[in-house]
């Protein structure tokens, strides 16, 4: 049995990141920090190509709740298409116009994910409560 075109087309994309990865690898130890951000733009452009024109990627912010909470700072960001368009470069994003936040590694260790959890805990518990349903009871806004 032939393998499904979106199986072809999602190989692709993995390569095409794993190519970006194992080019940015070969100088990470020079300048961490280049790589890093490299990376992060990757994973944004990777974002910016797949999901529909109208959510807008970003990379580097903080997430702001309704309580006056900032984030740390995660280094790629999904934005509602109804996010106010005058604060897209504010660096400080408003979690009700948050889809979805990533934190990108060039190379994971456990400490990463520790602080991955602990910054995701964080935000969720800064959320306002959303009742109504088993669902929305289980589930963040931000995914």
């Known amino acids: 049995m032939a393998e499904h075109d979106i199986h072809d087309f999602l190989q692709s994309a993995q ?17 961490p920090g280049t790589a ?8 944004a452009a990777l ?11 970003v990379t580097k912010g903080r997430i702001l709740t309704e309580s006056g ?6 280094d790629v960001l999904v934005l509602h298409p ?4 005058v604060l897209l470069d504010k660096k400080l994003y ?3 116009g948050v889809a979805a936040a990533f934190e990108c590694k060039t190379t994971l260790k456990a400490s990463h994910v520790k602080k991955a959890v602990k910054t ?7 959320l306002p409560d959303q009742t109504g349903s088993p669902y929305k009871e289980l589930n963040s806004s931000i995914i």
């Open 15 to 31: 390569r095409d990141i794993e190519n970006e990865y194992k080019r940015i690898l070969k100088r990470a130890t020079e300048d």
């Open 36 to 43: 890093g951000d490299q990376g992060e733009e990757n994973w």
């Open 47 to 57: 974002l910016k190509n797949w999901l529909p024109s109208y959510f807008h990627v």
């Open 69 to 74: 909470y900032a984030s740390p700072q995660i």
């Open 82 to 85: 109804s996010y106010p368009q």
């Open 94 to 96: 408003l979690a009700g």
């Open 120 to 126: 995701a805990s964080e935000i969720r518990i800064n």
